[in-house]
Structures are given as structure tokens and as C-alpha cells.
């Protein structure tokens, strides 16, 4: 199978192969900028451009995948008849209205995070800057629907394209910011929440401490076996990420050098795999981000290949660049905490590019769609109501067989605060509803 394209830069050769291979699983694509040999080919065959040849589909291009800078773009969404959005239009003689290539490049590049914006209060990139957001197509994985357009072309113009295709999967994965309510904080920390509880004239809360410190009680947050119940209940996949930091006013796990904390995290690995979650500042910090990960290695005895930043904050794209430095291989950090739905635009693993490198990482990309907080803390929705919200996003996921990624929190399982009761339920009906 060819591609031809008549200037392949890097950024062409990644949207091209995104498409036919991430997304699309097509075996043995060759894109070659030679019009002669191109021409010579009797396989399957594509043009990214303008040229024409009898028979074979031409994708008309824009310049975004031919330029080396990064600047704001004129962007004008249209809509396919069924409702399907699409930019970056181009012109009815195309095999398709737009440059696939170039929008899918767009989004999943996260190419509009990298230009000037506002950012919300902790300093990350919000769904309402987004051009999905702001279009109403953050629900709609846009870059699959794409992928599955541009093979209904590609089939009809040769029997020769093959494509292995993917079937809907789902994984669970929890993270851990606070693995316990009460127990191993430490003295001063100790001291300080039984201050907190008799300033406060919280006897309750100080009596529960007292308990669970003591072994009277079980610590409230101490839910893993009613988790691993559920998983084994559905039979779902699960992935753990474990805050391993040192103390802060958003980092509040026990202490990274815990010997409980490291028992814990063995047990968990023991069942599923246990990545980082690096600490709300680690994004800054080249040093806080190695001495966390090599922390957790430790720890576990083996290398950590995979991480989700806590609170989601990055700086793109020097985050991932650092976790490549330090040998994580996939990274689960692409969503929002504001909104439910697709930042990049896909629900398949995707490898990253660098923009300002104009290089593709040696990182994998597992977006996630929908999170326990997003409907908890951002959008005040109750329990009972959450699976209408989490419902449309699944389907949206199977309906174009990709890879669905749900994150929940180790606290929220204990149910210890009002906003959070009923949520085991939604969890429970959730893994029945997604699981594949």
C-alpha cells in the first residue's frame, strides 16, 4: 500500500501513519514523495495533494502539515450530513470536503494547546478553550469517525486495502492521591488533624481518627479489596496510579518513604499493573519527577513504564519529554478534569509528536473520557444521574471500536463524604454498562 506526497515532512508522515496505522491497523503502508515509482505501483494506492491519477483518490492538502511553525489557524467547522464535523476544507474535487490529515494532526498533536490561552486555576489548559468545546464535538471521538471515512474511500477504490481493524475495549484505572484517611500521615500531620477535629468541634471525626490509627477500625479509605471485587466481578481490565511524593498542599498521600505505603503498593501490583502519578509540581521540575518515579521503582522492585500526571497539570510538551527521559513508555493524563469527552479528539493509543521538536516520542498515548471528579466536584451531578452523562460516552466509544479509559479515585470508594455516597453504585453500573 502507497502513499504519495509530494513534500514528506515529519508531520506528514506522522498524520498519515496515525490514520492508517494507529487508528485503522492497515499492514505495510509505504508513503513515498517518488511520482514515478508511485505511479509504476499496481497495489492499493493514495495521494496526499493535489496530483491526479485515473482511479486513484487524491487528498487535497492544506499547508499545516507543510509548515514548521506553530501559529493560530483559520479554522471554519462544516458539518457532513449525518451530523459529522469536520475544518480544514478543501474542495469538491478531493476523495474527501477536507484534509484529514491535517485536522487530525491538529487535534491530536494538541497543536491549540501550545497557542496563546487562558488557563484555569491550577495553571492547565481547559475544555471551553478547546475548538471541540467550543463547536460541541468534545463528546464525539471526531479523529475515529475521520479514520473510518477515509477506509470507506480508500476500499472503494481498491479491493488491495486491507485493514486488520480493532475491536472496543475498556479499561479501568483508579488513582491513588490518598491511600488512607487517618493512618500513617505521620506525627505532626497526625497531631495537626486531631487539632483540626476539636477546633472544629468534630468529635466524630476525631474519635474515627483515633480508631483507624489504633487498629480499632478500619481506615475509612482502605477500600482495595471492595475495588479488586468489582473489577473481578466484570471481569474488566484495571490499572493503579499512586501518588509518591513528598508532602504538599495538593500532594497528601502517606509518606513516599512509608514502608507501608511500599507494602500497599506491592500488594496492588500483585493484581494489576501500578504506574506514577507525579506529584501537582513534578510537571516543573526535572529532579521531582526522577526522584518520585525511581521512589516508586524501588518500591515495587521493577521499572514503571506508565504514569498519569496528578490534577492533570503538564506543560506542553516538556512533561513528556521528561517522562521519556526517565524511561515511562505511556502516558494517561490526555482529558480534562472539567468536562467528559475526547481532548485530543480519538479514543485509540496514539504515539506522541513534539511540536516544538517536530519529532514523534517514544511515548504512547492512552486518552481517557470520564472521570469520577468531573461530575463530582466540576459539574455538581449526583450519583443517581451520573450514568446519564457516562452512558453517551461509552457508546460513543463502541461505536467506532476504540479503546475506552474511565478514571476513578481510591477515596471516593469509601463513600466517607456526603458528595461521594452512592458513587460504588454508579462505579459498579458503569463497569457492567462499558465493559467490552
Known amino acids: 500500500m502507497r502513499v504519495y506526497a509530494e513534500v514528506i515532512t515529519p508531520r506528514v508522515r506522522y498524520a498519515i501513519l496515525l490514520l492508517l496505522r494507529d487508528v485503522l491497523k492497515a499492514q505495510g503502508v509505504t508513503i513515498t514523495d517518488n511520482w514515478s515509482d508511485f505511479e509504476a505501483y499496481e497495489g492499493p494506492r493514495l495521494i496526499y495533494g493535489r496530483a491526479k491519477l485515473e482511479d486513484v483518490p487524491s487528498i487535497f492538502n492544506v499547508e499545516l502539515l507543510q509548515e514548521k511553525d506553530i501559529s493560530e489557524q483559520d479554522i471554519n467547522v462544516s458539518k457532513r450530513e449525518d451530523g459529522l464535523p469536520y475544518f480544514f476544507q478543501t474542495s469538491s474535487q478531493s476523495a474527501l470536503p477536507f484534509d484529514v490529515f491535517a485536522a487530525s494532526f491538529y487535534l491530536v498533536s494538541r497543536y491549540e494547546e501550545y497557542l496563546p490561552h487562558i488557563s484555569d486555576q491550577h495553571d492547565r489548559y481547559p475544555a471551553t478553550e478547546s475548538l471541540a468545546y467550543q463547536h460541541g464535538f468534545l463528546q464525539k471521538p471526531v479523529v475515529n469517525h475521520w479514520a473510518l471515512w477515509l477506509k470507506d474511500v480508500l476500499q ?91 508532602f504538599g498542599e495538593y500532594d497528601r498521600n502517606i509518606p513516599m518513604y512509608s514502608r507501608r505505603l511500599h507494602e500497599v503498593v506491592r500488594s496492588i501490583n500483585d493484581f494489576y499493573p501500578v504506574g506514577i502519578h507525579p506529584s501537582y509540581g513534578s510537571h516543573k521540575s526535572h529532579r521531582v519527577l526522577q526522584k518520585e518515579i525511581r521512589g516508586l521503582e524501588e518500591a515495587l522492585r521493577m521499572p514503571v513504564k506508565r504514569s498519569r500526571q496528578h490534577f492533570l497539570k503538564l506543560t506542553m510538551p516538556q512533561t513528556f519529554r521528561d517522562l521519556v527521559d526517565f524511561g515511562i513508555e505511556e502516558d494517561y493524563t490526555m482529558g480534562y478534569a472539567g468536562e467528559l469527552g475526547f481532548r485530543a479528539g480519538i479514543c485509540t493509543p496514539y504515539p506522541f509528536y513534539d511540536l516544538e521538536m517536530e519529532v514523534e516520542l517514544k511515548l504512547t498515548m492512552y486518552p481517557f473520557a470520564m472521570m469520577d471528579g468531573t461530575l463530582i466536584y466540576y459539574q455538581n451531578i449526583p450519583a443517581a444521574e451520573a450514568m446519564d452523562h457516562f452512558k453517551p460516552i461509552v457508546d460513543a466509544v463502541k461505536d467506532v471500536d476504540g479503546h475506552l479509559i474511565s478514571v476513578w479515585h481510591n477515596r471516593i470508594f469509601s463513600e466517607a463524604s456526603p458528595e461521594w455516597e452512592g458513587w460504588n453504585d454508579v462505579y459498579d453500573n458503569l463497569l457492567s454498562y462499558a465493559k467490552a
Open 156 to 246: 472503494a477504490s481498491h479491493s488491495g486495502w486491507q485493514f486488520s481493524g480493532t475491536k472496543y475495549t475498556y479499561t479501568s484505572s483508579i488513582d491513588v492521591d490518598n491511600l488512607y484517611a487517618y493512618k500513617g500521615k505521620g506525627g505532626f500531620r497526625t497531631i495537626g488533624g486531631f487539632a483540626k477535629d476539636f477546633a472544629s468541634f468534630d468529635f466524630s471525626n476525631a474519635l474515627k481518627r483515633a480508631r483507624s490509627i489504633l487498629g480499632l477500625m478500619k481506615d475509612p479509605y482502605d477500600t482495595f479489596e471492595l475495588q479488586r471485587q468489582l473489577v473481578e466481578k466484570h471481569r474488566v481490565p484495571a490499572l493503579y496510579f499512586m501518588l509518591f511524593s513528598e
